[in-house]
């Protein structure tokens, strides 16, 4: 990724500020919504070499996730869906790095419930500020579509009338900030 140091961001570790960004998920609910959610303990990192090549990995914690409803946040972590007990991580391990335009796509690796699929997340790369003491900061904005299915979250929930309460795609969007360690 020989443009990312074209585009600021200089070698070393960028790593994720987990106070500064947001791991978030959309789903059709009923199919005529969409529940919201997000997920609050997670960790992460960019390493740009000196070449300019880049890698990325990020582990989130699946007990961390919350839609603001108690009950269906305890039935999201049980084995209908995520199996938190069992599985309590979700991971992902970057591939590649590819130029779209004025945007990134990062191809990648994604495990969850033991279930490792090939995700490509599309990245606005938001630029790079001096920070507020700490040293640089870096901001990124990603989007992906994943089928909870293809990774094991496969529960069919049918509706009477046709349809099901929950719909197959699932929306991640990252909004991230970064700060260079070293």
């Not at 997920?39 to 070449?51: A, Q, W």
């Amino acid at each position: 990724m020989t443009t990312a140091i074209a585009k600021g961001l200089t070698a070393g570790t960028w790593v994720i500020d987990p106070a500064h960004s947001t791991v978030g998920f959309s789903v059709r609910h009923l199919m005529v919504s969409k529940v919201r959610g997000r997920f609050t303990d997670f960790e992460g990192k960019l390493v740009i070499g000196e070449d300019g090549a880049a890698s990325a990995e990020a582990e989130i914690r699946v007990n961390s996730l919350t839609t603001d409803n108690e009950q269906r946040d305890a039935h999201l972590r049980t084995a209908d869906f995520f199996h938190a007990e069992q599985f309590p991580l979700m991971t992902f391990k970057s591939t590649g790095f590819r130029v779209n335009g004025e945007e990134f796509v990062v191809d990648g690796e994604f495990t969850i419930r033991g279930n490792t699929k090939p995700v490509s997340l599309n990245v606005e790369f938001l630029g790079v500020n001096p920070g507020m003491g700490n040293g640089p900061v870096a901001g990124f904005e990603a989007k992906t579509v994943v089928s909870r299915r293809e990774f094991g979250l496969d529960i069919d929930m049918p509706l009477p009338d046709g349809g099901a309460v929950i719909g197959d795609k699932v929306t991640l969007t990252l909004e991230i900030e970064a700060g260079l360690q070293s």
